[in-house]
């Protein structure tokens, strides 16, 4: 059972906007900033968003984050075949004195 | 650019131990926390703690407390992670990541650890 709630799956079909939740507690989500990490079929994870809404060099700007409380989200607008993959989002915990990982999202992008 | 390469895939029998290594290169090693994360076959991602290179100091999960070992090469930069009594639920994927405490920018590229008598 992880800290965080996620959907376990989402889809879209190419082009589309998708959105994928991340629920949390005020020990987590709520006071601390949200990460968010993509990892590709048979690799390691990536992150992908930091700092709630933050991209690093090189994550195209279709990524973006945001949060609201205790929750927060990534959204993939123009989805395309390649964003095939899952999805975690990730935050510091004080409660744990550690980071904690949501259970991933498998994105199909049909 | 900033690399983590590490170690080989392990077998391991039920109760041994399993040593898995990370090699740093591209940044300043004693800047940045290492942490280590695993991943059991069709789950998410677990953290096991994270090691300090500049002081060796570690913090660990409350799951893995007594059962896993961080320590850190400064001369080679290289951080290793040793779990114990392993049991066939550590069959996994474990990574090293690095970055400020909750921000894991770059992987290595996971080593699989089997336990299997």
């Known amino acids: 059972q992880s800290v965080l709630t996620q959907p376990p799956s989402a889809s879209g079909t190419p082009g589309q906007r998708v959105t994928i939740s991340c629920s949390g507690s005020?020990?987590?989500?709520?006071?601390?900033?949200v990460n968010w990490y993509q990892q590709l079929p048979g690799t390691a994870p990536k992150l992908l968003i930091y700092?709630?809404?933050q991209r690093p060099s090189g994550v195209p700007d279709r990524f973006s984050g945001s949060k609201s409380g205790t929750s927060a989200s990534l959204a993939i607008s123009g989805l395309q075949s390649e964003d095939e993959a899952d999805y975690y989002c990730?935050?510091?915990?004080?409660?744990?004195?550690?980071?904690?990982f949501g259970g991933g999202t498998k994105l199909t992008v049909l | 650019q900033v690399q983590l390469v590490q170690s080989g895939a392990e077998v391991k029998k039920p109760g041994a131990s399993v040593k898995v290594s990370c090699k740093a290169s591209?940044?300043?090693?004693?800047?940045?926390?290492v942490h280590w994360v695993r991943q059991a076959p069709g789950h998410g991602l677990q953290w096991m703690g994270l090691?300090?290179?500049?002081?060796?100091?570690?913090s660990y999960a409350q799951t893995f407390q007594g059962r896993v070992t961080m320590t850190r090469d400064t001369p080679t930069s290289t951080v290793y992670m040793e779990l114990s009594s392993l049991t066939s639920d550590d069959a996994a994927v474990y990574y090293c990541?690095?970055?400020?405490?909750?921000?894991?920018?770059?992987w290595g590229q996971g080593t699989q650890v089997t336990v299997s008598s």
């Open positions: 990541a690095r970055g400020p405490i909750g921000t894991l920018d770059h």
């Open positions: 591209g940044y300043t090693f004693t800047s940045y926390y």
């Open positions: 090691i300090n290179p500049s002081r060796g100091s570690t």
């Open positions: 005020t020990s987590n989500i709520g006071s601390e900033t």
């Open positions: 700092n709630v809404n």
């Open positions: 990730a935050t510091w915990d004080d409660s744990l004195n550690g980071p904690v």
